[in-house]
């Protein structure tokens, strides 16, 4: 609250910081109205927002759906996890926006370029947190399902996966965090459409108080996401009752 | 239900490029429906008797027989109770208990059955919904018992399963295994550290020596327990106070020792 | 369930099965590639990507050579680095101890830290045109949080007698900070340079990809425009090579404090 008067303050009538270098409170108003419900870079605000969060929904899901299985695959079999091990240090240390310019030499700058951008990102931490995590299980846990005579598929869904399942739900928030941060990176890049469509044309603008709105955006779906993934571990974990300081 | 040989066991185990015998030539029969206690000093490889039963561990020589038969690997015809519990923590106390029995086929009903019967024998009615980190330590371990139980196995391996409890809950355990034990033997091979526990519980009790182990000496106490009608007493304290049972602690106490000082270094 | 993990194993066996891994996956990419089932300008054989990588080490392409390209990349990374170090790890400490200090800086720290570093371009290209300290913004925003965050998770939870111990010796509390928490957070201060420095190389590249004009990122870029498919791969490979370097310096580095055996 202090800090929303301080800015306030410094902006119109001290002048501290120039309007063109950071937008005041009331630069950020306008430009957010104008943004909702004018328009802004070819489209409302709503309509960039889902634009880029449908991509981003989509790019997590199909990065989660291929890391998580070859996690458990390269965790649990060791022959698995040598074969493909090569491969994936090979691709492991380049960095996901290192793939945007790849990405758009093979797909342009349309919605497919953008997933498969975000995959790289959200894969590699989906694959190894499942793959440490199925590694961490208690080897006691593993012997007395297996004492148990636990049939092949009943042990995967029943003993490893719920064993893992913390481990995996952390991949899983850092392979979501990856997509965003990778989505805007690339709409930042060149896009039509998105949040980094935005901020794109807001710097090209001139225009501080836009690319405030935009920034805000992206914080703030950043936030929003983690703490709906949180909700959802919370949800299928009911045994975990450890608390998280920092995430 | 079933005996257990082994035939000069011997087990090394392969760390990095050395070898680390754990067992040196272990020979020991276990008949059926025998409760047999193994002690032991620390490292001695009881633990690893065990896990060859369990069928974990495989010998480096020598042969492991349950019922004449070779084993070939884990199965619920040996079940084990874990020092550290080894329950499954995102199932309910009655999914703990029930999922050997789905692994064996057997109909709704029928399991039902039986693990309300474990359940009530455990003494553990009205836990059934609960999550094993609601649960003391005393009653996760009764789980893993009733777990055990409601297999029906031929054999029962107890890998110091009183080990991680405190001192009032492991008598209370221990009592309460004594009760079963004489309502439905079977053949159980029972790890532990203590001694006491061992005279108190079991009809043989295998004193190792320190590793690579062999069993040193063989102790009968099931005819001595008999004799003097240990189980006259319902609490363990009583039983402990007799003069014969002393005896024994004490004869065992002095074996181990021998085997201790040898380690001290 | 039989057999069943995890056994391991020998070390004949990982190598041969690594080997057969690595084997196929260049195989296939030759394949695809020869066969034309992707056209070959958008994937090069892996023969030829590795020639332009090393034609490229003496070669100028976008104004220099790879190496001159790598070495003002990585200055900027060093720059925004230590800066994000220099800040973050002082920061977290005083944060650490003075509840004040945590209860003014969190909320503003919690409510930046969800905007990705890249985000920062928008306003570093405003603030400082296509100058140095656009990009030095961007790494400094990916490598501050985590310096950040694990000092301060590192001197919150140091073990309370210690810091009794200390407080019974008569120290000050300057001198707490300097000679009792940050001694005893090391381990997780060094962890969370490591975490740092990924993202801050990460963010380097993001960087340079919108507001550099030299600098292996902005390498990629103009060969991408150039449709030039092996110089970008070679870059790929290059930026891979840098990064997976700095993280394996930095895992020694963490190991060796480890070993070192403070708490």
């Known amino acids: ?63 989660a759906a291929t890391g998580v299985p070859l996690g458990l695959l390269m965790g649990w079999s060791r022959r698995a996890e040598a074969l493909i091990n090569p491969v994936f ?53 593993i012997e007395a399902a297996r004492m148990l005579g636990t049939p092949r598929y009943r042990f995967f869904k029943e003993v490893l996966i719920p064993a893992a399942a913390p481990a995996i739900f952390t991949g899983l928030r850092l392979s979501l965090q990856a997509s965003w941060t990778t989505l805007v990176a690339a709409e930042l890049v060149g896009a039509l459409y998105g949040v980094g469509r935005i901020l794109n044309v807001a710097q090209q603008d001139i225009y501080p108080g836009m690319i405030f709105v935009g920034m805000a955006c992206v914080a703030a779906f950043g936030w929003a996401m983690t703490r709906l993934l949180a909700a959802c571990e919370m949800r299928s974990l009911p045994w975990i009752q450890t608390s998280r300081v920092y995430s | 239900m079933a005996a ?56 480096s020589a020598g042969s492991v027989r349950v019922d004449g038969r070779p084993v070939t690997g884990p199965g619920p015809d040996r079940a084990v109770v874990f020092q550290q519990f080894a329950l499954f ?168 020792r021998e085997e201790k000082s040898g380690q001290d270094r | 369930m039989t057999g069943g993990s995890p056994y391991r194993l020998t070390r004949a066996e990982t190598l041969a099965y690594s080997a057969t891994g690595t084997l196929l996956f260049l195989g296939a990419w030759t394949l695809l590639s020869l066969s034309g089932v992707i056209p070959r300008q958008f994937l090069p054989p892996p023969y030829e990507v590795a020639a332009r990588f090393i034609q490229l080490l003496s070669t100028p392409f976008a104004g220099a050579t790879l190496l001159q390209h790598l070495a003002s990349s990585v200055m900027r990374f060093a720059y925004g680095f230590l800066l994000g170090a220099a800040v973050g790890i002082p920061l977290g400490l005083l944060m650490g101890w003075f509840r004040i200090l945590d209860e003014i800086v969190s909320p503003i720290f919690d409510a930046l830290r969800f905007i990705a570093p890249i985000a920062w371009v928008a306003f570093a290209a405003l603030w400082f045109g296509t ?49 009792i928490l940050l001694p005893a957070s090391i381990a997780s201060i060094v962890a969370g340079l490591r975490v740092a420095a990924g993202l ?64």
Request: contains cysteine.
């Open chain 2, 4 to 59: 257990i040989v082994f035939d000069e066991v011997e087990k090394t185990f392969d760390i990095g490029r050395v070898g680390f015998a754990a067992l040196q030539s272990v020979d020991l029969t276990i008949a059926d429906k025998e409760f047999i206690a193994i002690v032991g000093p620390s490292g001695c490889g009881k633990t690893t008797c065990l896990r060859l039963v369990a069928g974990f561990e495989f010998p």
């Open chain 3, 200 to 263: 801050a190389w990460q963010s380097l590249i993001g960087a340079e990809l919108i507001v550099a004009s030299t600098g292996v990122g902005f390498m990629m870029v103009q060969a991408q425009l150039n449709i030039s498919t092996p110089t970008v791969m070679s870059a790929m490979v290059a930026i891979g090579l840098v990064g997976a370097l700095i993280d394996v310096g930095l895992r020694r580095i963490e190991a060796a404090v480890r070993r070192r055996g403070f708490v």
């Open chain 1, 1 to 63: 609250m202090a800090l929303a008067a301080l800015w306030y303050l410094a902006t119109i009538p001290l002048g501290l910081i120039s309007p063109g270098r950071f937008p005041s409170p009331i630069d950020v108003w306008v430009a957010f109205r104008q943004a909702a419900f004018t328009g802004y870079a070819n489209g409302l605000l709503y309509q960039h927002i889902l634009y880029s969060l449908r991509l981003v929904i989509f790019g997590f899901f199909v990065a």
């Open chain 2, 89 to 256: 923590p995102w199932k309910t106390v009655f999914d703990n208990i029930v999922l050997g029995l789905r692994n064996k086929g057997i109909a709704r009903d029928e399991r039902n059955k039986r693990v309300t019967g474990a359940i009530a024998l455990m003494n553990l009615e009205g836990y059934e919904k609960a999550f094993p980190h609601q649960l003391s330590g005393g009653m996760q371990q009764r789980v893993a018992i009733a777990r055990a139980y409601v297999l029906d196995p031929d054999v029962l391996l107890m890998d110091e399963p009183f080990g991680a409890l405190d001192a009032q809950t492991r008598t209370t355990m221990q009592e309460e295994l004594v009760r079963i034990a004489r309502l439905n033997p079977r053949t159980v091979l029972f790890v532990t550290h203590s001694v006491e526990e061992a005279v108190y519980l079991a009809d043989r009790v295998a004193i190792m020596t320190r590793r690579p182990g062999r069993i040193k000496e063989l102790i009968d106490i099931r005819s001595v327990r008999i004799a003097e009608d240990w189980d006259r007493h319902e609490r363990i304290e009583d039983v402990m106070d007799l003069e014969s049972f002393i005896h024994w602690r004490t004869h065992i106490w002095r074996s181990l």
């Open chain 1, 89 to 141: 240090l090979f691709i492991r240390p380049i960095p996901p926006l290192a793939w945007i310019p790849l990405t758009i030499l093979w797909l342009g700058i349309g919605d497919a370029a953008k997933i498969v951008v975000i995959w790289f990102a959200a894969f590699v931490p989906s694959v190894i947190n499942t793959l440490t995590g199925v590694r961490a299980v208690e080897s006691y846990v």
């Open chain 3, 131 to 179: 100058g140095i300290g656009g990009p030095l913004l961007i790494i400094f925003a990916g490598a501050f949080p985590p310096c950040l965050i694990s000092t301060y998770r590192g001197a919150r939870f140091v073990s309370r007698p210690l810091i009794e111990a200390a407080q019974m010796l008569g120290t000050s509390d300057l001198q707490i900070i300097f000679e």
